[in-house]
Each structure stands twice: as structure tokens, then as C-alpha cells.
């Protein structure tokens, strides 16, 4: 199967920068899209972006000018660049890669990661 492993998570002050990594190993051909979501304590899972195998980025408006986010494909990696931080981005962010197993799969399979928190105080 697929394994995603998120790092890059921790404490940080408001204004201050963060620089996620998701990595996707096992049975991995192709990735087809990864993204990035966060779930702050009592609220519910919400989408912050995305990036296709062509480099199409797709952001939440509140993260906007804000993230970044990339991958290297023959890595399998993806990553999520947060500069300005503000309290409100605090949540545990979690990877999500739409992968394929062998080529000519019709359909990718999604798989999701643990999670890396990150908080933002001062």
C-alpha cells in the first residue's frame, strides 16, 4: 500500500514561517494530485490547497499570498510553504496524494497522512 508521512510541524510565533513536507512511499507509480488540509480542535477538516501532476495550484482564500504550495514528483514529496503565520492558522495539517498503483490505472486512490501540528502563538 501507500504511506504518507507529513513533517515540518511545530511551535511558531505570529508572523513567522513554516515549511511542511509530504512524503509518499510504498506502492506509488503516480501521484496525480496532492493536497494539503488542517483541522483546528472542535471544527471540522477544511481544505487549504492542492497542486496536479501539471503544477495547477488551488488555494483557500484565508491562505492566499500566504502558502505555497509544491511538489517534486520524482520524489514523491509535496510541501507547503506558510509564511505570515497569524493564530488562527493553528490546526493539525494533514497530506492527502490521490495515487496510482500501475500505469493505465483508470482511477487514483486517495490515501491521507497522520497529520503535523502547528501552532501559532507567541
Known amino acids: 500500500q501507500v504511506r504518507l508521512v507529513e513533517s515540518g510541524g511545530g511551535l511558531v510565533q505570529p508572523g513567522g514561517s513554516l515549511r511542511l513536507s509530504c512524503e509518499a512511499s510504498?506502492?506509488?507509480?503516480?501521484?496525480?494530485?496532492m493536497g494539503w488540509y488542517r483541522q483546528a480542535p472542535g471544527k471540522l477538516r477544511e481544505f487549504v490547497a492542492s497542486?496536479?501532476?501539471?503544477?495547477?495550484?488551488n488555494y483557500t482564500e484565508a491562505v492566499k499570498g500566504r502558502f505555497t504550495i509544491s511538489r517534486v514528483i520524482a520524489k514523491n514529496t509535496g510541501y507547503l510553504q506558510m509564511n505570515s503565520l497569524k493564530p488562527e492558522d493553528t490546526a493539525d495539517y494533514l497530506c492527502?496524494?490521490?495515487?496510482?498503483?500501475?500505469?493505465?490505472?483508470?482511477?487514483?486512490?486517495?490515501?491521507w497522512g497522520q497529520g503535523t501540528q502547528v501552532t501559532v502563538s507567541s
Open positions: 510504498g506502492s506509488v507509480f503516480s501521484i496525480d494530485d
Open positions: 497542486v496536479t501532476s501539471t503544477g495547477r495550484t
Open positions: 492527502r496524494a490521490t495515487v496510482r498503483h500501475w500505469p493505465y490505472q483508470p482511477r487514483g486512490q486517495d490515501y
